[in-house]
């Protein structure tokens, strides 16, 4: 496959349980991230890596936890959900050069997730 | 402080009718801008995007954008729309202080009426 991928496309699942939601980038990016999307509401940004390592956490609730093992895969873990974090979940990839501004990010699907 | 700001969050054309959706950014913001679309249960995708040069930008499905530095803004228009461009499209610019992370607009839902 190619671009950015996200698995699974729809997940429902209860405030007790534990998921993950995966993303693939297939572009060489060095920078990856995690949005959310509600309805009625701006792009919110998650989290964002480069060359694996975390940069920006965005006062994420620590019931979403993200992994990058490295700069192809990344990871959503969520536990003890809210049926507020019912959304769409984007992952997006982008290479970052030297400043790095100026460089589009390439987005997945999204995984569209429902918490009952 | 915000990079962006759509005018409008939602737009309603005919179609064959001009589309015009607004965007301006800070000033203080480095002169990078892009348009993403996001079509009905999709990622968002890019439009076009302005990095230095001609200050008029070219993106796909005849969409294209004005970067007009005195007006600081960067609106995006379309001669003619089609019952298929209907989507939400969003304005981004990187933060001033150089950050690689782009900031966001709120998004604008265009409308198009057959």
């Known amino acids: 496959e190619t671009g950015v991928t996200q698995t699974p496309r729809h997940l429902v699942m209860g405030m007790t349980n534990k998921k993950s939601l995966k993303c693939e980038q297939h572009?060489?990016?060095?920078?990856m991230y995690w949005y959310k999307q509600s309805a009625k509401k701006p792009l919110e940004l998650m989290f964002v890596?480069?060359?694996?390592?975390?940069?920006e956490n965005n006062s994420v609730p620590s019931r979403f936890s993200p992994e990058c093992p490295n700069s192809s895969h990344l990871f959503l873990h969520l536990h003890t959900l809210q049926p507020e974090d019912s959304a769409l979940y984007l992952c997006?990839?982008?290479?970052?050069?030297?400043?790095?501004?100026?460089?589009?990010?390439?987005f997945g699907p999204g995984t569209r997730l429902t918490v009952l | 402080a915000q990079s962006v700001t759509q005018l409008g969050s939602h737009v309603s054309v005919s179609e064959g009718a001009l589309v015009l959706l607004r965007c301006n950014y800070s000033s203080s913001v480095p002169p990078y801008l892009f348009w993403y679309v996001q079509y009905p249960n999709q990622g968002l995708q890019l439009l076009l995007k302005?990095?230095?040069?001609?200050?008029l930008v070219k993106g796909i499905n005849g969409f294209e954008a004005e970067f007009k530095k005195s007006e600081t803004s960067f609106h995006l228009t379309k001669p003619s729309a089609h019952m298929s461009d209907a989507a939400e499209y969003f304005c981004?610019?990187?933060?001033?202080?150089?950050?690689?992370?782009?900031?966001f607009g709120r998004g604008t839902s265009l409308i198009v009426h057959p």
């Open positions: 572009l060489g990016h060095n920078a």
């Open positions: 997006a990839s982008s290479l970052v050069t030297s400043g790095g501004v100026g460089d589009e990010q390439f």
């Open positions: 981004a610019a990187p933060p001033a202080g150089g950050s690689y992370i782009p900031t």
């Open positions: 890596y480069n060359f694996k390592e975390q940069t």
């Open positions: 302005y990095t230095t040069g001609a200050t």
